[in-house]
């Protein structure tokens, strides 16, 4: 994700639901997704020999021939911007492929340069599939901008603050960076000519994915949408109507401890009927039982005249 998105802090926007739309639903055009989605970053230009372009397969760099028509004094010897980029554009390796156009003459290395980091290095709110995987068409025009942004020495051109190319009319951006206020710093870019033609066909691509929609599908006010949280508890229904039940591991524990002590004395109690049983057939086996059958006939027992069998009470000894 290019450090463009830390336009963020330029900007208050309160939280709010990504509010995930087709492309198509969010920008009327080319012009809108490149003019809106990057916050003033770059402004959209038909003719093609006033505009950049964030891609290219010739073996010139074709933006070359822009700042030399558009910014003579400007100097592209050095990496304008300022945070994961190098001081100077210089030649990378075979390695160097996710941004390939810039190998010769790249303000970026190869670690920066490839697909995930350029996704991840500006963390999650800043993924660009947030509401759902893009097409590969659609994704790698976000690459692509991304590759621009890390590489490009044109770019730094259009420093916000201390850019060569700030038009002295201009009252948002300055020819100047000024360290000492808090307001300036060295990534952010403004109003950067890029061509239309390029802006389309990024539109097309991504026609029928998914995007935030928040301000206009600005990118760094979807940026300050938080991910919904998980709920901490959830309804379930009574005889008495709608309860909510929190959603704690508590009760968990408690019944889990519960169900540990039952078993517990269950086995203490087995334990000791097994015992119980093992030594009345010890004594059994010994001639001295524990428990005797009663003898009806002992001497000094009778049968009461008036009790019978059919009475159906046991005989008493009198």
């Not at 070359?64 to 100097?75: H, K, M, V, Y």
């Not at 156009?101 to 991840?120: F, M, R």
Request: with cysteine.
């Amino acid at each position: 994700m290019p450090v463009l998105s830390l336009l963020l802090f330029a900007a208050s926007v309160t939280a709010q639901d990504l509010g995930c739309k087709k492309f198509t639903d969010i920008y009327a055009d080319g012009t809108a997704l490149c003019e809106n989605m990057w916050g003033g970053a770059f402004k959209v230009v038909e003719n093609v020999s006033e505009a950049y372009t964030m891609w290219f397969f010739d073996d010139v760099n074709p933006n070359d021939e822009i700042s030399q028509r558009l910014n003579p004094d400007g100097n592209t010897s050095v990496c304008n911007l300022q945070y994961f980029h190098k001081t100077l554009p210089t030649p990378e390796g075979d390695d160097f492929t996710e941004c390939h156009p810039w190998k010769e003459a790249s303000c970026c290395t190869a670690n920066v340069a490839n697909a995930t980091n350029l996704k991840i290095s500006y963390g999650e709110e800043y993924h660009w599939d947030r509401c759902g995987t893009l097409s590969p068409a659609c994704e790698r025009f976000f690459v692509q901008e991304a590759c621009f942004y890390e590489c490009s020495p044109h770019i730094g051109l259009y420093r916000k603050y201390g850019g060569s190319a700030c038009d002295a009319a201009d009252t948002q951006c300055s020819t100047v960076y000024n360290a000492s206020d808090s307001s300036h710093n060295t990534w952010q870019v403004h109003q950067m000519p890029i061509r239309k033609d390029y802006c389309d066909s990024w539109l097309v691509a991504c026609a029928n994915d998914m995007f935030c929609s928040a301000d206009n599908g600005d990118y760094f006010s979807c940026a300050r949408v938080q991910p919904t949280p998980e709920p901490t508890s959830f309804p379930t229904m009574s005889p008495t109507g709608p309860t909510v039940v929190e959603n704690n591991t508590t009760s968990d524990d408690s019944l889990s401890g519960g169900i540990i002590a039952l078993i517990v004395i269950l086995a203490v109690v087995a334990v000791g009927l097994v015992g119980l049983m093992c030594f009345v057939l010890c004594r059994e086996k010994a001639g001295k039982p524990l428990f005797k059958p009663l003898d009806e006939n002992k001497a000094g027992t009778s049968m009461p005249a008036h009790a019978s069998a059919a009475d159906g009470h046991r005989p008493q000894a009198v």
